[in-house]
């Protein structure tokens, strides 16, 4: 079961073996504590397992219904989003009083999990639908980036006020730049070939890019085709803000690679805890784009971390002989934080003073956290 737009409702999703009349009176679920186990489960987000339907107090306004149904216990496993959000329930119904085991438990909180990015996949491409249909109402009600320029031509012979809005740029200040001063450089030669193809066939759709005045980079879906222009054959442009589809498309491949790692995590049954902490360490420093992770386990008396493994790329950097692995939690500096205050630490500048800070060793090296520029 889904949670609609409003968060109100669960709806089924998929349901192929459950009684129609079973399905038409829960479908639309209120979510709210005591309201069946999915319902319960949406409102606690956590999981609720009823073992007999017929006794619980959960039950009580659909308990006469699961009867007719011949349903006596069902367990519900709340969908929970990346961000924390309930997106639905996984729900199990059984014909007999059943209590789930650890297996069975294994089982709903992996399928919740794969379910759960499933989800957010299909959502980051309704996004990237809606993304598209928004800019194109934009594109075909108001101005949006253009630019002039002649075919052979080095400068635009012009731009609108959204360029100069957009690119920080005075507007007297690009007509005398060179075009690709404003195209970034790894666009050049995609740029040039889509000018010759625009010459030939009229007309061209093509991704490229704009530098703006502080240095930033704004990613463009151009449209571009022959126009005649003060008397003279020219190419205009007409340049869409993509940035949030950008987005969208990298959400879709992050979730994509999760769903990748938590499928392999999941396989690892048999494998030892170096092996599982050294696949999750290295997945975790991939996905979140890190240049170096570590891993520490607290000792039993809660006063030093130990040091158990670092990423690959971390030991290539050290400069120290006599390495460290046990740290005391009280002289430990930022990266102790998150001990100390029992919440995530994150730096994103590692350089800037800090009263967090302990010290930084004259040749900073692993074991010792990001050093860099940012610390999480």
């Not at 809606?130 to 253009?146: A, C």
Request: charged share 30%.
């Amino acid at each position: 079961m889904l949670l609609d737009r409003e968060k109100k409702h669960l709806f089924y999703c998929v349901a192929p073996e459950l009684p129609e009349f079973y399905r038409q009176k829960t479908d639309r679920i209120k979510v709210g504590f005591g309201a069946a186990s999915f319902g319960t489960a949406a409102c606690l987000k956590k999981r609720v397992t009823v073992d007999n339907v017929m006794e619980h107090p959960y039950w009580t306004e659909y308990r006469e219904l699961a009867a007719e149904a011949g349903l006596k216990a069902c367990w519900s496993e709340p969908i929970i989003s990346s961000s924390g959000e309930v997106l639905g329930v996984i729900s199990m119904h059984y014909s007999e009083t059943r209590r789930p085991d650890k297996e069975d438990l294994d089982f709903m909180k992996t399928n919740a999990q794969l379910a759960a990015i499933a989800i957010e996949h299909k959502l980051a491409e309704e996004t990237l639908r809606e993304s598209e249909h928004k800019f194109r109402t934009i594109f075909n009600n108001i101005n949006d980036q253009l630019y002039i320029r002649e075919p052979e031509g080095q400068s635009y012979m012009d731009v609108n006020q959204a360029v100069v809005k957009r690119l920080g740029y005075d507007k007297e200040e690009i007509l005398k730049m060179e075009a690709e001063e404003i195209i970034p450089a790894e666009y050049w030669a995609s740029v040039r070939e889509n000018l010759k193809k625009i010459q030939r066939e009229g007309s061209r759709v093509y991704e490229a890019g704009a530098v703006c005045k502080d240095g930033t980079v704004v990613p463009l879906e151009v449209s571009a085709r022959i126009i005649d222009y003060e008397g003279k054959k020219t190419i205009l442009s007409v340049a869409r803000d993509i940035t949030e589809r950008k987005k969208a498309e990298a959400a879709q491949k992050l979730n994509e690679a999760r769903l990748e790692a938590l499928v392999k995590l999941n396989q690892m049954t048999g494998a030892s805890l170096k092996e599982i902490t050294d696949f999750a360490r290295e997945e975790a420093v991939r996905l979140t784009g890190s240049k170096l992770g570590y891993l520490a386990f607290m000792d039993a008396y809660e006063t030093s971390l130990i040091m158990h493994s670092w990423s690959k790329s971390a030991m290539e950097e050290c400069a120290i002989e006599d390495k460290r692995f046990i740290y005391p939690v009280k002289t430990t500096g930022l990266w102790g934080e998150a001990v100390r205050q029992r919440k995530p630490i994150i730096t994103n500048d590692y350089t800037v003073p800090s009263s967090l800070k302990k010290r930084i060793p004259e040749k900073p090296c692993a074991p010792y956290p990001p050093y860099e520029r940012a610390c999480i």
